[in-house]
């Protein structure tokens, strides 16, 4: 089942999006897209009426709009539209920076809708400590033990 409908979509207050059949051609490719982002976080657990879901479901909605907008919906697309120019003489290859400029460069998510699942932490990697029998676990997003 889909995290996000049309019909949802729009209660969020979204609208860029004119139809379902366009919302539904790019919402599994964003689902997919914050599986992998959020290490498939709502796959484990419920989305309900908390802060951090509704982030989650207005990234989503985000995420969904800058599809459909640029016609990239995966990270493939997105840097299949990067190059703009391509000469074999001399070899010259000039970029469309807009586009790639507009995502994550390791998650191909739209900036805007990262920064949401930032906000909601789900872009943390590290595992907190169990302080209680002295262990201590990698922290993945410094690059070293905490």
């Known amino acids: 089942m889909a995290y996000l409908t049309f019909e949802d979509y729009q209660k969020l207050g979204f609208k860029r999006i004119a139809n379902a059949n366009d919302f539904d051609k790019v919402e599994p490719e ?3 897209l914050f599986d992998v982002a959020t ?3 709502y796959l484990n657990h419920n989305l ?7 982030l989650f479901l207005k990234a989503l909605a985000l995420q969904c709009e800058f ?12 840097s299949q539209d990067d190059v703009k120019t391509v000469s074999v003489g001399r070899t010259s290859i000039s970029t469309n ?18 920064r949401l699942l930032q906000q909601g932490g789900f872009m943390y990697r590290g595992v907190l400590s169990d302080e209680k029998r002295g262990n201590w676990y990698r922290d993945v997003d410094r690059g070293g033990w905490i």
Do not use: C, R
């Open 97 to 114: 920076s807009s586009i790639s400029n507009s995502v994550d460069s390791n998650t191909g998510v739209y900036q805007l809708a990262y």
């Open 67 to 78: 599809a459909n907008d640029t016609g990239a919906s995966t990270p493939y697309e997105t």
């Open 48 to 54: 309900d009426d908390s802060a951090q879901s509704k």
């Open 39 to 41: 290490n498939g976080y």
């Open 30 to 32: 964003a689902e997919t």
